[in-house]
């Protein structure tokens, strides 16, 4: 027992000598909770889509700041803003629907990306950070930066939870009943693009997408109740992304699909968990083994 | 005499989505303590007169005038809600309630909220998820939401819309019982004979209105035949007007006999 105790503890001790894994560590566990959090409102509105789109837009925005010389943080930022005002333009005032402008802007945004990443070979490997996501690329801003972010965006899903559930489950009710719904939505697109931003250097762009979906997704199969999602699924992404650096350090694979594949594993877990207590529940075993 | 402003009138109303006009021309008026039965067929622009009511959508001609600081409760229709949203019976009602931030909901909005699930007949389903109810408890949570909102006027969107004949009875009483205590109340329904025909008020309506009236006024095949664009009898039974589809016209469908 002792033996086994001391060997977890090896496990769990030996990444954090190296300063680099401790910053990684941290930033990877609070963004991935950050993800989660936010992502409650992500799958509630079937909003995975927006946020496969950001991601691939802060790819372009990542590679224009490399080549400008400019903040990350920045260059990303203002993209992110960019391809959002370019999306509501093409959705609202062409006959394509939202679904094809974010496939159109986003996809275009990538493309750039890509083509600023072929023309210019040395700036290659700070992209490979921001496609696939890189523990060795977290430094002191990125900590600074998913603190500030995530402490800005908890405070607001706690101030509004109220607006912001009434506003996701029932928009028209919720706007007769005196919720500003368009400027709660607006605030909520800047607190994801926020999130995929600070996220993008340790998780990955690529697969930001599966961390907005993965802890909250995991959170419904497991809960009824939003009250009880919006503390699960922040805590289970945390979960992922703590266990997805260790994985990642020990496999020796990138942190970001360590990350996914943690949640992924999970996920899968509690969907097969959940459908076996209701085919229980069905056969009459068990009349309340579905979620509480 | 004194006489007390309507509760809200619609002076010569056009409202549509995009190219297309749904309703044109739309005028009637509602007062206080009035029960308002609004009928027609599937796509005759009912629910566009609640939107434009609730000021969901803005009419693209005309003025709704409401009394000032009137209150509305809005019942959805059932088909529209999200029965996989992840709350209880108590949070639906909830929703509606303004408390201080980062604060629970006090003691006293708690006990009102049960208060009210509870005179709806939802008493012991609080934390209930709203998947597990019936189609007609599932009707009287949105009312009680309504109710929340504690409103001078009461809408309902196709309230009988999907509930079997005893949910719809039920329903109707306690929409009678809510108007005998004060409330005004104004629904859709496409169901004549089920309900409209035991409100004391009905329009007619087919993109505008068609009549208004109490039901024994408005329930004329003249009437019934420009709202639902079909030939119909009216018959009365136990003083009560019963609408058929007339069986005179109309088209028929030949028997394939050679199958």
Redesign the interface.
Same mark, same amino acid.
């Given at each position: 027992m002792i033996a086994t105790i001391a060997t977890i503890g090896t496990v769990l001790l030996e990444p954090l000598e190296f300063e680099f894994f401790q910053r990684g560590l941290f930033v990877a566990t609070a963004a991935s909770a950050l993800c989660g959090l936010i992502g409650v409102f992500v799958v509630?509105r079937s909003m995975s889509y927006i946020g496969h789109g950001l991601s691939h837009a802060v790819f372009g925005g990542a590679a224009a700041s490399t080549v400008l010389g400019v903040s990350y943080f920045v260059g990303a930022g203002v993209w992110a803003v960019l391809a959002a005002l370019l999306i509501g333009r093409v959705s609202t005032r062409s006959p394509v629907g939202a679904d094809a402008a974010i496939g159109v802007v986003t996809t275009a945004s990538f493309a750039i990306g890509l083509a600023i990443q072929s023309r210019n070979g040395s700036v290659s490997s700070a992209l490979d950070t921001v496609l696939f996501g890189n523990v060795l690329a977290v430094f002191g801003r990125d900590v600074l930066a998913v603190l500030v972010v995530g402490a800005c965006v908890t405070v607001f899903v &706690? &101030?509004?939870r +109220?607006e912001l559930?009434?506003a *996701?489950?029932?928009p028209?009710? &919720?706007?007769?009943?005196g919720i500003p719904v368009a400027r709660l939505d607006a605030l909520l697109m800047v607190a994801l693009s926020a999130t995929v931003i600070v996220s993008a250097r340790v998780i990955g762009a690529l697969l930001i997408a599966a961390m907005l979906v993965l802890p909250a997704g995991t959170a +419904?199969l497991l *809960?009824?109740?939003?009250?009880r999602?919006l503390w699960l699924a922040p805590l289970l992404g945390a979960l992922f992304g703590f266990g997805g650096m260790y994985a990642s350090w020990y496999a020796e694979v990138p942190s970001g699909a360590m990350i996914t594949l943690v949640g992924t594993v999970v996920f899968g877990a509690a969907y097969l968990g959940v459908d076996a207590a209701r085919r229980r529940a069905v056969a009459g075993l068990d009349d309340h083994a579905v979620p509480a | 005499m004194v006489t007390s402003a309507p509760l809200f009138v619609f002076e010569h109303v056009g409202c549509g989505y995009g190219a297309a006009t749904v309703v044109d021309d739309v005028r009637f008026a509602v007062d206080s303590g009035d029960f308002v039965g609004i009928v027609g067929p599937s796509g005759s622009g009912k629910t566009t007169v609640l939107?434009a009511l609730?000021?969901?959508i803005r009419p693209r001609y005309g003025v709704i005038r409401r009394r000032e600081g009137l209150r =509305?409760g809005?019942v959805?229709q059932v088909e529209t809600?999200?029965w996989t949203?992840? =709350?209880?019976v108590f949070? =639906?009602v909830?929703?509606?309630v !303004?408390?201080g !931030?980062?604060r629970r909901l006090p003691t006293s909005d708690i006990d009102r909220i049960r208060g009210i699930i509870d005179a709806v007949g939802l008493d012991g389903l609080h934390d209930r998820?709203i998947s597990e109810l019936s189609g007609g408890q599932q009707q009287r949570v949105f009312l009680a !939401?309504a109710l929340a909102?504690e409103p001078d006027l009461l809408v309902l969107d196709e309230p009988a819309s999907g509930v079997d004949v005893a949910t719809r009875h039920e329903l109707l009483h306690l929409l009678a019982d809510l108007h005998h205590d004060g409330m005004t109340i104004v629904l859709t329904t496409h169901d004549i004979n089920g309900l409209a025909a035991h409100l004391p008020r009905l329009i007619c309506f087919n993109r505008t209105v068609v009549a208004d009236g109490p039901p024994d006024e408005v329930l004329h095949p003249y009437v019934l035949e420009r709202t639902y664009g079909a030939p119909m009898d009216v018959l009365h039974h136990g003083g009560m007007p019963v609408v058929l589809e007339h069986r005179g016209h109309g088209p028929h469908v030949a028997r394939d006999r050679s199958a």
């Open positions: 509630l &706690a &101030a509004f +109220r559930t009434f *996701t489950f029932d028209d009710v &919720a706007r007769t009943s +419904r *809960t009824n109740s939003i009250g999602m | 939107k609730l000021g969901i =509305v809005y959805p809600i999200d949203f992840p =709350v209880t949070d =639906v909830a929703l509606t !303004r408390h !931030r980062f998820h !939401r909102q």
